[in-house]
């Protein structure tokens, strides 16, 4: 069954650094998404991105975060300047198309930010 | 006011228990409805997707109430294997975002 992967698993890193984080998406699917899951809290969304650009993006969605598709496969979020409060679970989703349709996640990254 | 408001739970429940659980959502424009169910420290994975004249799989049943703006989930005979929690999750038409609730934590105890 095709699913969406995502690297690495865990990530450690220093308040200030910049990191990325690396999603591939099923592969005959248009609509991308990133969201991310503090521990304990419930699933929120960051942005949606579709056709080479950003379709939707929530107010976490700020500045410091930013996204791209470097390629035909991979699909990056940023955060520039990390803090504290960005640890969290970061989940990438994919789906077919957008609107109503299922979005399938991959199993996500653990961001500890120290 | 939130977009989507679940009961946190926990239900704890005994095998073969029948249990439901309900979400309300605040946006009228809503159009599309699912179950998630998130295991600990695990991806959201889609349980079913909820119909306007309700729908089944298996053990699961689904309804939607437009009317009073709340999806329900309806687990019959639970499984140990069902202990997870389940995330109600609803879209606005034309937005390409999905606005989860908070979840609903169900123990099932042997």
């Known amino acids: 069954e095709p699913e969406v992967t995502q690297t690495p698993s865990h990530q450690v890193t220093q308040m200030g650094q910049e990191v990325i984080l690396r999603c591939v998406p099923i592969?005959?699917?248009?609509?991308f998404y990133w969201y991310r899951q503090i521990l304990g809290q419930k699933v929120e969304f960051l942005v949606s991105?579709?056709?080479?650009?950003?379709?939707?993006k929530s107010e976490i969605f700020d500045d410091q975060f930013s996204v791209e598709r470097p390629d035909g496969s991979n699909f990056t979020l940023k955060i520039r300047s990390t803090k504290l409060e960005d640890s969290a679970m970061y989940f990438c989703?994919?789906?077919?198309?957008?609107?109503?349709?299922?979005?399938?996640f991959g199993a996500g990254t653990r961001l500890s930010v120290l | 006011r939130k977009e989507v408001e679940q009961d946190p739970g926990p239900f704890n429940v005994p095998e073969g228990a029948t249990v439901a659980f309900n979400c309300t959502y605040s946006?009228?424009?809503?159009?599309?409805f699912f179950w998630y169910r998130q295991d600990c420290r695990k991806e959201p994975k889609l349980l079913m997707s909820?119909?306007?004249s309700g729908n089944e799989d298996g053990r699961f049943t689904a309804q939607l109430n437009r009317a009073s703006q709340y999806i329900s989930l309806l687990i019959r005979d639970s499984k140990l294997s069902d202990s997870a929690t389940y995330l109600c999750?609803?879209?606005?038409?034309?937005?390409?975002?999905?606005?989860f609730g908070s979840g609903t934590k169900l123990n099932v105890k042997p």
């Open positions: 592969s005959n699917h248009l609509y």
């Open positions: 989703a994919s789906s077919e198309s957008g609107g109503k349709n299922i979005q399938y």
């Open positions: 991105f579709y056709n080479n650009e950003i379709s939707e």
């Open positions: 946006n009228s424009a809503s159009q599309s």
């Open positions: 909820v119909y306007s």
């Open positions: 999750v609803v879209i606005v038409y034309n937005f390409n975002k999905f606005y």
